[in-house]
Each structure stands twice: as C-alpha cells, then as structure tokens.
C-alpha cells in the first residue's frame, strides 16, 4: 500500500441541516470511489437506532485513497441536539463542507454550524444539494449566503447550473470553463469545452466575480489583472492563490450538484484535493497557547476523537496523528489519565474493513481496538508528557430524565451501558442521584435523550422505564431555635438513657452542616458527643416538611445529662434525632430549589417574548445584550424545576433558532404557594410508593 505524505492528506467534515442529504452524498462517494453499490442505503448508518429512524445520530468515519491524496471523511448528525458530535468534528477536521438544501436554503442548523466555524476558524466550502428540486433558484440561494455569510469573508460561486429543476443535469466550471454533462447515476461526466447556451447570462455575471474575488488576495495576481485582464492569469496561479484565500479563511467556495442524481460529486472532490487545506498546514495548540508544528519527525503527539461499540470487537477508539509517527506494537501516553497502552494493531477506517497498517504518519485517523482507557479530545503522547490541547469545552446537558429498570438483576447491565454510551457521548451524562434515589440520564434536548434511551434499549437489550426526573430540593431553616430530647428507656437488662439540649441556626447559603461542643464539667462524657453529632447527620438527611436533605444549619451541644449504666452510643444518637426534629419544627422550616444560570442566544424580533417566557417560569432576567447578525444575548436566573419544558417552549418562540447553555448556579428559598405544592406533589408520591 503506498504511503501518503501530510501535504498528500486531507481531512474534510460534512456538516448540514437534517435532510440537506450529507449522508446521501457519502453514499456517493462510496458508490464513486470505492465499492458500495448503489446511492440511497445510508451505508454509514449502520447502528440498528439509526436505520430504524433514517437518520444520522453520531460521527462517521471513513478513507478513501485516490491517486494523488488519502482524504477522510466525517459525516456529522444534522440535529443540533448531537452538538457534542458536531463540535467533536468540527475540531477534528482541517476542511468544512457546510452541505445547504437548494429547497430550504439557509436553516436553524446552517446558521448555528456556520456561526461554530468562525468559533474553530475553519475554512468553509458549501455544497448546493438538490439543485435538481422545482424549487431550486440557484440566483436567489447565492444572494441568501452572502447576505448571511459575508462578514468580512467572501462568498464564491465556483459552478453555475446547466439546467433547472428536474432538467438539472450538470455543472459549469466557472474557473475552467469546462462543462460536465452527467448521464445516469454514474456520477461520471462528460467533458466539454463549449459553453452551453442556458448557462452563458448565469456564467457571464459570476465569471469576473470569482477571478475578482481571487486576485484581491494576491497582490501581485491583481497588478497582472489590472495591466493584462484574465489572459495574464494562468490557472496555476489562479488556483495557487485560491488554496491560500480558502486556508486564510478569505474566500468561501461555493459548489452545486444532486446527491440523488450523482451530480457534481467528483467536482467537489477535485476541489477538496487541488485547494483544499492538507494536514501538513492545520495548527493545533497546547493550553498554554504554543504551536503544535505538524512534523514527521518530531516525538508522537495525537488526539482521541471518536470512541464506538463494535458488537463484535468491543470498544473501538479513533484516533487523529497530529505529529510524528506511530507504529504497531508501540506504547502510548494517555496524558490526561497517566496510563499507558500497548497498541498492538493499527487500522484506517474503511467503508467495509478497516485496512491494517504498519505504521501511521501526521494526518492519519487511527481505530485502534480494545482500549482500556482514553476519553474522547484526551491528548496521546508516545512517552510521559504533560502536553495537553487546547481544546473547546463541550456544552452543558440541558434536560434530563429518570429511568429504572424493571428489573433489579438489570442494575449492573445498565449501569454498565450507561458507562458505554457516555463514552461515546461527552454531553451524554449519567449518575445514581443517592438523595433522590435515582438514575438521572442529562442530554442536548429531548431528541438526543429520546435516541440515546432508543439505544439503551435495541443496542444493549435493556428494559426500563422513563420517567419525569425529581428535583433535587433541600430544607433549611431562618432562625435560631433550641429544643431538649430526653430518652429514656427501661428493660429487663441495661436500660436507654440519652440527653441533650441543642440550639439550631442558619448559615450562610451553600456553608453546609456545622457541629459546635459547647458542653462544660462533663455533663455529657466526650465519648458520647461524636453520638450526638452522628444522630444530627442522621436527622438532617430527612426534613421535616417534605423529606428533603437539611442544608446550612449549624448545630450546637449545649447541655444535657447521662446514666452512667443505662447511656449508650444508641441512646445519644436517638435523643439527638429527636431533638433535632423538634427545634426544626419549631423554626419556621423553608424549601430551597436549585437555580440555573443561563444564557439564551435568539434572534432579535423574539427577545421580548423570551423575556415573557422567563418571567413567567419564575425567572430573574439579569441583562440583555447584542451579539450581531440580528441575534441577541439574554443573560438569566431560572429555576431547574422551570427548565424540564424550556428546550420545546424556545424553540416554539424562535421557530427552532433559539438555543441556551445553562449552570448551576445557587439554591434559593421558594415561596410559600409553591413550596405547598412540592409537599403535597412529595405527599402523592409517597402514598403511590407504598
């Protein structure tokens, strides 16, 4: 097998709207370069969850070598609730390729990934899918990107169409001047020279465009255009200078064609590998912001980026060489774990085996089976170092569900493949709730935990049940108050005797559990005190309005009395318990409730509505400001309990372009109509639990 150099590699991410047709388009590619059969299977779609929905729910990778480059591929989910996905392949990934329904034009989905590639800085391509729609209007799609896109950037229509509609059968090469007419779903052209009568009015006013909007980066390519027109303009230099403007992020090309129909597939291709950006050119950089050089031949340095169940090999970990080289049978450093792994084989991923290799080089994507460690953006060294990537953190889960199982034998088994898909899933989490007695699953949205139950169920054969997760409330108190607990109790052997007097008061928010000894002349012997504290640990797990944990209180041992036959550890501990649960009683006792602190991203024209929504969930909006592009910031304080149906009532406001991120951010008291309502909610739930 030849080996490719980095400068003979390429990276590329298929990013898109669901529907836009990105898998449609591997299918393509698979069909065109390697040996899948027929276009529409969704090959890549190969968990059971995906090809029962039809959809794309988490990277996909896969090579193809051509002649002069080794390219690979990442088809991305198309919901914004696989954020975590799109992030994972976005940071990856050296080129972008936003995929646009010539139908729908520029979506919810669109805007959010663009918006993330100026985040990641990453070169963008856009691929015009579905050009062969009725409603396909390729003037009207390119006024939309640049009046969306163009900030200081500019959007390039590379094609023009040849045909409309379903008389969409090929492209016009508006660099080359080639026309390539397509027949059948070969994905096959044929080449010719003459400009087609249809497409000279469309090819005219894009023509100059594009030479204009290339040479404007070269200085010296634009002093030739202005003393010689386009003949002093070679396409060796042409293209030499577009490669630059794409890598510098100053040019956005823009290519057409039909995934159904196998058009313009090969086009995009050539594209990708005459101009797009090699592996040899992408920066990474360490926490401490030094430059990662994409060497050869310095020491091994890599990145985990995909973690997957294979049901036949185990746990498969995909891995990107950033620099150096990394051969079979040879040890890695995984940095943030402080562990080592003997990786005895190294394969690139392939559409139906994954190819076996020798040795990796910078540029190369890596499965590599059966690790016990590495989470997903953990950084690989060949020896001990302390390097670490800077890397984007991945978004908060925004909502959350209970589950249990029906059967207590499946506790481990869940737990287990809780742990799996978590791996694969950095904004998948999970945890047993010991306060509220449950497993609490946290996701993206209401579909990512919809898919994510959905493969808990098929993948991993487990039956449970869904349910509205518990919030974890707490009590406390707001003033002192002092009680005395007397118990006392007589046998026929040793007798109970434990005595105290304990005064109760409030700390600050978020201090906890505090125990003070104020006991003097021993009136209750020091081996008894830890007694005491340890009944009042006890008590405060359990309030006395609903039943929640007891939180910022500080306890003080005053006074009290012993036996000395009859006191025991036992007796302390109950006459604590008691005497705990009379002074909070006495108190005037409140709920607390945890508070959000979020952060709201929406378009300008339903601020106003959203600032109602958070008002009217008992919200504290905290500011508001202008983010550009017609969005807007708002800044808020929302309790969780409120947040459960936030995600859907968004959304409904914003016609889905409206997201937030949200964190705790303290506990606070409730007030007294809603507060009632949580004890007799706790109340019901009781009473259906016996």
């Not at 940095?335 to 990786?343: A, G």
Request: hydrophobic residues 35%; aromatic residues 8%.
């Amino acid at each position: 097998m030849r080996e490719y150099k980095a400068e003979e590699k390429r990276i590329v991410g298929f990013f898109g709207h669901h529907g836009c047709g990105k898998t449609t388009l591997m299918d393509d590619i698979l069909v065109n370069y390697d040996s899948a059969d027929r276009i529409g299977q969704r090959y890549l779609d190969k968990d059971p969850v995906e090809k029962e929905k039809g959809a794309t729910f988490s990277n996909h990778i896969f090579s193809i070598d051509l002649d002069n480059t080794r390219t690979y591929f990442f088809d991305t989910p198309g919901s914004l609730d696989f954020i975590g996905d799109i992030q994972i392949a976005m940071n990856t990934v050296d080129n972008v390729v936003i995929v646009i329904n010539a139908s729908s034009g520029i979506e919810v989905t669109t805007e959010r990934i663009w918006n993330m590639t100026r985040d990641f800085n990453k070169p963008v391509m856009i691929f015009i899918n579905q050009m062969d729609k009725e409603e396909a209007n390729y003037e009207s799609l390119i006024q939309e990107l640049k009046e969306t896109f163009e900030d200081g950037i500019r959007v390039v229509p590379f094609q023009v169409p040849m045909g409309k509609g379903s008389n969409f059968k090929g492209t016009v090469n508006l660099l080359s001047k080639e026309t390539f007419i397509y027949e059948g779903n070969s994905g096959k052209a044929i080449k010719q020279s003459e400009l087609p009568e249809e497409s000279k009015e469309l090819f005219e006013t894009y023509r100059s465009e594009l030479i204009e909007d290339i040479v404007e980066n070269n200085e010296e390519l634009m002093e030739k255009y202005f003393e010689s027109g386009e003949e002093g303009l070679t396409q060796e230099e042409l293209v030499s200078a577009l490669h630059k403007a794409y890598d510098e992020n100053k040019i956005i090309p823009v290519f057409i064609g039909s995934a159904t129909k196998n058009i313009g597939i090969d086009q995009l291709l050539e594209a990708i590998e005459k101009f797009g950006m090699t592996t040899s050119e992408r920066k990474f950089f360490t926490e401490n912001g030094e430059e990662i050089s994409p060497s050869q031949e310095d020491s091994f340095l890599g990145l985990f980026v995909k973690n997957e169940v294979d049901p036949f090999v185990g746990k498969l970990t995909y891995l990107r060489v950033l620099r150096g080289s990394l051969k079979a049978g040879s040890t890695i450093y995984v940095v943030e774990e402080n562990s080592r792994e003997k990786i005895s084989h190294l394969t690139i991923p392939r559409f139906e085996k994954n190819e076996e290799i020798e040795q990796a080089g910078v540029g190369d994507i890596l499965v590599i089976p059966k690790l016990k460690s590495g989470k997903i953006n953990q950084t690989v060294s060949g020896e001990e170092s302390n390097i670490k990537l800077k890397l984007p953190e991945f978004p908060e889960p925004m909502i959350s569900k209970s589950i249990s199982p029906k059967s207590k034998n499946e506790i481990d088994k869940i737990t287990e493949s809780l742990a799996k898909i978590a791996d694969s899933d950095p904004t998948f989490k999970w945890e047993f709730d010991p306060e509220i007695g449950e497993t609490v699953i946290s996701g993206m949205g209401s579909i990512h935990l919809e898919i994510m139950v959905e493969k808990l169920k098929k993948n991993f054969g487990i039956d449970f049940e869904v349910g509205k997760p518990k919030i974890a409330y707490k009590e406390t108190i707001r003033s002192k108050s002092q009680a005395e607990y007397k118990h006392k109790k007589q046998t026929g052997g040793h007798g109970q005797y434990g005595h105290v007097k304990i005064e109760i008061e409030p700390l600050e928010r978020g201090k906890g559990y505090e125990f003070v000894d104020k006991i003097v002349g021993g009136v209750i012997p020091k081996n008894f005190i830890p007694s005491v504290d340890k009944g009042i640990r006890e008590a405060i797990k359990k309030g006395v309005l609903a039943g929640f944990p007891v939180v910022d209180i500080r306890v003080t041992l005053f006074d009290g009395s012993y036996h000395e036959v009859d006191s025991s550890d036992i007796s302390f501990q109950i006459a604590a318990r008691h005497a705990f649960k009379i002074a909070m009683e006495s108190d005037n006792p409140v709920i607390l409730e945890p508070i959000m602190h979020v952060e709201i991203f929406l378009p300008t024209e339903n601020t106003g509505d959203v600032i109602g929504e958070i008002t009217a969930k008992r919200g504290r909006p905290l500011g508001m400001e202008s983010v550009g592009k017609g969005y807007d910031k708002i800044l808020a304080e929302i309790p969780l309990a409120e947040m459960l149906d936030f995600s859907p009532r968004l959304s409904s406001i914003s016609s889905g372009k409206a997201y937030f991120t949200m964190k705790f951010s303290h506990y606070s008291e409730v007030t007294p109509d809603i507060q009632n309502k949580i004890i007799e909610e706790r109340k019901r739930e009781e009473e259906s639990e016996k």
